[in-house]
């Protein structure tokens, strides 16, 4: 039972001086019992909380950034209107900042054997699972004065997917996969290609692509045209170790690193390729193997959603191991973690000759687009050491991507908003040139 401002100011009334309502003791008494008697029996008219009976429906998942609706049903099976605040609680990163409090509490009216329908628009600010917490109902009486409050759990769950901003790339990356794959008249060199067609040789052709039988049947001399080979594997690795939890651009490595794997994922899939996801530090957090194309990239949000930084040291040897397991035969492995000099060379460098023996690795890494602006800062004494210990980093950062080169491995250094991208057009270029 709670008692309610309008009783409250009530109360305090009936306490004023004697002398200002009635003479003697009688009047006061006569005052406070019926404030008394109003709100027993207001109190007794609000509806009552427990029997209420809560069921959800609406959204159960949303990309990060949009709004979510969860509706939350209120049936009120007794004999007395429900006049109530009802508070729906969620966790407090499904809301904007300071909007939680308009957001989650509704007045509500159901009469008597009748139900209505709240709608809570969420609008989380982290990739996860939100889950709802209690509804809590305050139910009034037909004056306001007292009321019942009670709380209810109905269980509901929003998946907050990644966004995946860099779609916005597809179109045009699609668009060189069409050239790419023989919708246009291309010739593309190198091993593993498939064989596309025959055609007339003209001047400057190749001679090693002259089909000799071909020739041999007809009176002109053909040549043999090639397109990209399909069915490729090719698994995604994101690493999850605390490299990956720091903030770039107001985002953790992660995101990016989860929005250039989406892109390739979307255009892979679309090129006949089969991708695979590996999420991995320790030990694997998570994995997608087998899907058909049309489930790949649903796939890769549900498992990337609730992927979080862990604040431990990648143990690369473990990572590879595992990827040889995954990927049996040959593949393209891309890697997403970081450049730094330490991890790289301490962790990765060692176990890597496993790796390029048996796959094609391509590394792809997030640059901090602050560092290049510190480099190019002067005018204070603080500036120039700022730039100092910049250009000193970016120094040791192409020294390593140098060295991975020359293992073999195929590198993409870039800001987070041109990750994306740039790791697509690396593996268009593996694809054209046949390395795949």
């Not at 490299?243 to 770039?248: C, E, K, P, Q």
């Not at 195929?410 to 046949?434: F, I």
């Amino acid at each position: 039972m709670a008692l309610t401002g309008r009783a409250a100011l009530l109360a305090a009334l009936g306490s004023l001086p004697v002398g200002l309502l009635e003479p003697g003791w009688t009047g006061l008494l006569a005052v406070n019992g019926t404030i008394g008697l109003a709100c027993a029996v207001d109190y007794a008219l609000a509806a009552p909380v427990r029997t209420l009976r809560l069921t959800r429906s609406g959204d159960t998942s949303v990309r990060l950034g949009e709004p979510a609706d969860v509706h939350l049903t209120v049936t009120n099976p007794g004999g007395r209107t429900l006049r109530a605040r009802v508070r729906d609680a969620w966790p407090p990163s499904s809301w904007l900042p300071d909007t939680e409090p308009a957001a989650s509490r509704h007045d509500l009216v159901v009469p008597a054997g009748e139900r209505r329908r709240l709608t809570t628009r969420l609008r989380p600010t982290r990739r996860g699972d939100r889950r709802a917490d209690r509804v809590t109902i305050r139910s009034y009486g037909p004056l306001g004065l007292l009321s019942r409050q009670g709380t209810h759990t109905v269980p509901w769950t929003v998946r907050v997917l990644p966004p995946f901003t860099s779609r916005k790339h597809l179109p045009s990356r699609l668009a060189r996969l069409r050239e790419l794959d023989g919708r246009t008249s291309l010739l593309t060199r190198g091993e593993g290609t498939e064989f596309d067609s025959l055609r007339d040789y003209l001047p400057g052709d190749d001679t090693r692509s002259i089909d000799w039988r071909a020739t041999a049947r007809g009176h002109k001399v053909a040549v043999r045209t090639w397109r990209p080979e399909r069915d490729r594997h090719i698994l995604v690795c994101l690493d999850t170790g605390r490299t990956s939890a720091g903030r770039v651009a107001d985002a953790p490595r992660l995101d990016s690193a989860m929005d250039a794997a989406l892109l390739l994922t979307a255009l892979a899939t679309r090129a006949g390729d089969r991708v695979d996801l590996l999420a991995h530090d320790r030990r694997p957090r998570a994995q997608v193997q087998g899907r058909s194309a049309a489930d790949t990239l649903p796939a890769f949000v549900n498992a990337m959603a609730t992927l979080e930084p862990e604040l431990v040291e990648t143990d690369s040897r473990a990572l590879v191991s595992t990827i040889l397991r995954t990927a049996p035969r040959r593949s393209l492995v891309v890697l997403l973690t970081s450049l730094d000099a330490a991890p790289v060379e301490e962790g990765l460098l060692p176990a890597l000759p496993q790796l390029t023996q048996r796959h094609t690795v391509l590394l792809a890494s997030v640059a901090d687009p602050r560092v290049a602006e510190m480099a190019r800062a002067r005018g204070t004494l603080d500036s120039v050491y700022d730039a100092a210990a910049a250009t000193q980093s970016q120094a040791q950062r192409r020294r390593t991507a140098d060295h991975l080169t020359r293992l073999g491995v195929h590198v993409v250094d870039a800001t987070p908003e041109n990750l994306a991208p740039a790791l697509a057009d690396a593996y268009l270029a593996l694809k054209s040139a046949g390395r795949l």
